[in-house]
């Protein structure tokens, strides 16, 4: 008998981080231990000053050390794993609420003979809810989406591109992602959120480019079915199950209200320096009890729906702290000045425009393995903010590359737990999601690139 190749399957992320902080523990015995001197600059301290790299004596990591690391990491992040757990409860008791999922589907219920200005409206509904932060509870929108796709004389693809792609263009513009923009800035020190007006332009463009690549499929397959992707491939979804799409009731429209106001408030937040550890997690916690209150929740009900959405974020707010543990072991290792010095050694004498692009391919690199927003800027942020300063590029222009490298591949790649559920909900093979999806992301990593250079040409600030 033939013995059976073992496929590849890619580590638990756990898994990935902690063989990170062991491998960079090892480096402290090869790699110099160095040192630049730092600086506050505009009010932000530690800065380094680029031109002061030196070596100092060599402090390796012991294996004690590499395990009290995933400890110090968890403390150490404490504050940003706190912030991530309070705004995704909050933004479970609105999504309980039905108020979301209610008027989305009272606009295709108005527009659903109009499918070429219903599919742009709807997707921006997705945008929206992925630049607020939106992410994996997402998925429970899918069959929605199926139903109105297939409603609209579509296919399954058009009804998980309009959820999972419209999520993925907010979220990657990161206007106000905790999860993500959030991290970063706390981590580098930026004002929370700040260069929001920038990352909702660069939003709105893809959300222009989403539609009509949407558009443009709809209109191909309903000339002709046979050229929708998955025609004739058995077990796609063709017809929707009835989705029961809640009344859009006054207490509803109360909540979408309130819901407008706590996000007015937090761009409001954004502008005046609210702090990311206590003011704008509160906003966001205020303004989910008071929708719950609005939907005439008990204050038990809406307490356990906030563990609920806590829960359902765990996994991402704690690898935040793990990936912590590689800052301090390159720290305590003395390297990590070491590795900027080398990175920017690298990219010294490059235009700064294409040392931001080789910051981007270097985070859609990171992604493949560390799928994790969260995760990953923890991971890489504290290397590429300092390798920004030492070559000139702004913070904001660091954040960028990060969320764009972190965020288009994720609709491809099948270790992002919500491509895998959706397409599976849709009754996707991958290979045929790949074959559908693939020119939407050279598209959108065309435009992030071009707004990257945009944002490093006007050195978007601050810092």
Same mark, same amino acid.
């Not at 523990?25 to 800065?47: C, F, N, Q, W």
């Not at 504290?382 to 590359?401: F, H, K, M, N, Y």
């Given at each position: 008998?033939?013995?059976?190749?073992?496929?590849?399957?890619?580590?638990?992320?756990?898994?990935?981080?902690?063989?990170?902080?062991?491998?960079?523990?090892?480096?402290?015995?090869?790699?110099?231990?160095?040192?630049?001197?730092?600086?506050?600059?505009?009010?932000?301290?530690?800065?380094?000053?680029?031109? =002061?790299?030196?070596?100092?004596?060599?402090?390796?990591?012991?294996?004690?050390?590499?395990?009290?690391?995933?400890?110090?990491?968890?403390?150490?992040?404490?504050?940003?794993?706190?912030?991530?757990?309070?705004?995704?409860?909050?933004?479970?008791?609105?999504?309980?609420?039905?108020?979301?999922?209610?008027?989305?589907?009272?606009?295709?219920?108005?527009?659903?003979?109009?499918?070429?200005?219903?599919?742009?409206?709807?997707?921006?509904?997705?945008?929206?809810?992925?630049?607020?932060?939106?992410?994996?509870?997402?998925?429970?929108?899918?069959?929605?989406?199926?139903?109105?796709?297939?409603?609209?004389?579509?296919?399954?693809?058009?009804?998980?591109?309009?959820?999972?792609?419209?999520?993925?263009?907010?979220?990657?513009?990161?206007?106000?992602?905790?999860?993500?923009?959030?991290?970063?800035?706390?981590?580098?020190?930026?004002?929370?959120?700040? !260069?929001?007006?920038?990352?909702?332009?660069?939003?709105?463009?893809?959300?222009?480019?989403? =539609?009509?690549?949407?558009?443009?499929?709809?209109?191909?397959?309903?000339?002709?079915?046979?050229?929708?992707?998955?025609?004739?491939?058995?077990?796609?979804?063709?017809?929707?199950?009835?989705?029961?799409?809640?009344?859009?009731?006054?207490?509803?429209? %109360?909540?979408?209200?309130?819901?407008?106001?706590?996000?007015?408030?937090?761009?409001?937040?954004?502008?005046?320096?609210?702090?990311?550890?206590?003011?704008?997690?509160?906003?966001? %916690?205020?303004?989910?009890?008071?929708?719950?209150?609005?939907?005439?929740?008990?204050?038990?009900?809406?307490?356990?729906?906030?563990?609920?959405?806590?829960?359902?974020?765990?996994?991402?707010? %704690?690898?935040?702290?793990?990936? !912590?543990?590689? !800052?301090?072991?390159?720290?305590?290792?003395?390297?990590?000045?070491?590795?900027?010095?080398?990175?920017?050694?690298?990219?010294?004498?490059?235009?700064?425009?294409?040392?931001? %692009?080789?910051?981007?391919?270097?985070?859609?690199?990171?992604?493949?393995?560390?799928? =994790?927003?969260?995760?990953?800027?923890?991971?890489?942020?504290?290397?590429?903010?300092?390798?920004?300063?030492?070559?000139?590029?702004?913070?904001?222009?660091?954040?960028?590359?990060?969320?764009?490298?972190?965020?288009?591949?994720?609709?491809?790649?099948?270790?992002?737990?919500?491509?895998?559920?959706?397409?599976?909900?849709?009754?996707?093979?991958?290979?045929?999601?790949?074959?559908?999806?693939?020119?939407?992301?050279?598209?959108?990593?065309?435009?992030?690139?071009?707004?990257?250079?945009?944002?490093?040409?006007?050195?978007?600030?601050?810092?």
């Amino acid at each position: 008998m033939v013995a059976k190749k073992k496929q590849f399957k890619m580590p638990h992320a756990y898994v990935i981080i902690v063989s990170l902080i062991i491998f960079f523990a090892v480096l402290s015995y090869i790699i110099p231990a160095g040192k630049y001197d730092t600086m506050e600059v505009h009010g932000r301290k530690g800065v380094i000053n680029p031109e =002061s790299f030196h070596y100092i004596e060599k402090t390796p990591v012991s294996p004690w050390d590499v395990v009290l690391a995933i400890p110090q990491g968890l403390v150490k992040q404490a504050g940003i794993i706190f912030m991530i757990i309070v705004i995704s409860g909050s933004i479970e008791i609105i999504n309980h609420t039905g108020a979301i999922e209610a008027s989305i589907g009272r606009v295709a219920s108005r527009l659903r003979t109009k499918p070429y200005i219903i599919l742009p409206i709807l997707l921006l509904c997705f945008v929206a809810l992925g630049a607020a932060g939106v992410g994996t509870s997402i998925v429970a929108f899918v069959p929605l989406g199926l139903m109105i796709a297939l409603g609209l004389s579509g296919d399954a693809l058009v009804g998980v591109a309009l959820v999972g792609m419209g999520m993925n263009i907010g979220f990657t513009g990161g206007a106000f992602v905790s999860s993500t923009t959030a991290v970063a800035h706390q981590i580098i020190g930026l004002p929370i959120f700040s !260069g929001f007006g920038f990352r909702l332009i660069m939003t709105a463009v893809l959300w222009v480019s989403g =539609s009509i690549f949407i558009v443009n499929y709809m209109r191909t397959i309903q000339a002709d079915p046979m050229k929708s992707v998955v025609y004739g491939i058995e077990g796609v979804v063709r017809e929707a199950e009835d989705v029961t799409i809640p009344e859009l009731t006054t207490r509803r429209i %109360l909540v979408l209200v309130a819901f407008v106001i706590g996000i007015g408030f937090v761009v409001f937040g954004a502008i005046k320096n609210w702090s990311a550890s206590d003011a704008i997690p509160s906003v966001f %916690l205020l303004t989910g009890v008071v929708c719950g209150l609005i939907s005439n929740y008990r204050p038990s009900e809406i307490a356990k729906i906030f563990v609920d959405g806590a829960r359902k974020i765990t996994f991402g707010a %704690l690898i935040v702290g793990i990936a !912590g543990g590689i !800052g301090v072991v390159m720290t305590n290792g003395n390297i990590i000045h070491t590795i900027v010095h080398g990175l920017a050694s690298l990219m010294t004498g490059l235009p700064k425009t294409l040392a931001a %692009l080789v910051m981007y391919l270097i985070n859609i690199i990171i992604n493949t393995f560390i799928t =994790s927003g969260s995760g990953q800027a923890a991971a890489v942020i504290p290397i590429l903010s300092p390798v920004g300063d030492a070559v000139g590029l702004t913070q904001q222009v660091v954040t960028l590359a990060f969320n764009l490298g972190d965020g288009f591949t994720n609709q491809v790649l099948p270790t992002s737990a919500v491509t895998m559920a959706s397409i599976a909900m849709g009754g996707i093979p991958y290979d045929k999601w790949l074959k559908f999806i693939w020119k939407w992301l050279v598209i959108n990593i065309a435009i992030g690139a071009v707004f990257l250079m945009i944002a490093t040409w006007i050195n978007l600030g601050p810092f």
